[in-house]
């Protein structure tokens, strides 16, 4: 298989990464945007917020797109445009649109003791746009788009 | 190189666990096996003392969510102990306080659990 890294049309002014579809990688992923983010002028609160919504959609991106295949890779690129920070998070595996899931209804979730699906409400409380691009054959990459507007 | 680790002692016949470094995907099962361990009793009394612990994501979190209905049904309970505020923070964010005792100090989970006998 072809490796992203080599292939993706990442944004020139973006800073990148990209690691193999294993959890080990999720600590030197959120070390990386909270690197970048801190060096872009976000509060050490928000840096934390922000490298947490991203560890959950990698944490998802491995489970359900890769299923824990760890000899897949995807990558992250981040930049600044618009006072927003932008986060592309980039595979090529399964198709899974976080975006597609209802949110829980917290009260529901405790009373029943349910379990899983608490990484998307995450992402929702803290990204302030969430976008999603599945893969065709024009553009073969599922594409996470988070957007964290600078304030 | 390892990033979250998990010790254990014990204080008036409940079970503390206390947790350093960060617990995400990577990490949560070690987590898991070590709340295991300790709730394979009658009635399981687990603190988990998060001072150490540095970071949490919706995968350490379900940990306690995967223990909680069996430990209650049971009489037991697990209570959470001296999270650093941002760590709390995701707690709070997402309900756990409806479902868990999250207090200050682990004497105060330890009293909260009534253990003058086994």
Redesign the interface.
């Known amino acids: 298989m072809t490796k992203l890294s080599r292939t993706y049309p990442f944004s020139p002014r973006s800073h990148r990464i990209c690691v193999t579809s294993d ?2 990688e ?2 030197k992923i ?1 070390d990386f945007i909270e690197r970048t983010a801190l060096q872009l002028g976000f509060a050490e ?1 928000a840096t ?1 917020n922000i490298a ?1 919504a991203v ?2 959609a990698c ?1 998802n991106i ?2 359900h797109s890769y299923k824990h295949d760890t000899t897949r890779e995807f990558c992250l690129e981040i930049f600044v445009e618009q006072s927003c920070l932008t986060i592309n998070i980039i595979d090529n595996g399964a198709t899974f649109d976080p975006l597609s899931l209802a949110p829980p209804n ?2 529901e ?2 009373s029943k ?4 699906g ?2 998307i ?2 992402i929702r ?1 803290f990204i302030d746009e969430i976008r999603y691009q599945s893969a065709d054959s024009d553009h073969p990459y599922n594409v996470l788009t988070l957007v964290k507007r600078l304030s | 190189m390892s ?1 979250f680790s998990v010790k254990h002692t014990t204080q008036q016949h409940v079970d503390v666990l206390s947790v350093t470094g ?1 617990l ?3 990490t949560a099962p070690q987590l898991e096996q070590e709340i295991q361990k300790y709730s394979d009793v009658p009635t399981p009394k687990i603190v988990v003392d998060f001072k150490e612990l540095d ?1 949490i ?3 350490g ?2 940990v306690f ?2 223990f ?2 069996d430990i209650r049904s049971k009489s037991g309970d697990i209570k959470l102990a001296r999270m650093q505020p ?1 760590v709390y ?2 707690f709070d ?4 306080p ?2 868990f005792d999250i207090v200050d100090s682990i004497d105060d989970a330890v009293v909260k659990f009534g253990t003058s006998n086994e």
Not at chain 1, 113 to 116: H, Q, V, Y
């Open positions: 959890t080990s999720l600590k959120r609160q934390y947490l560890d959950e944490a491995i489970r917290m009260k979730y405790f003791f349910m379990k899983g608490l990484g409400p995450i409380k | 990033t960060f995400d995907a990577h970071y994501s919706s995968a979190m379900g969510m995967m909680i209905e941002k923070s995701v964010l997402l309900g756990f409806m479902l």
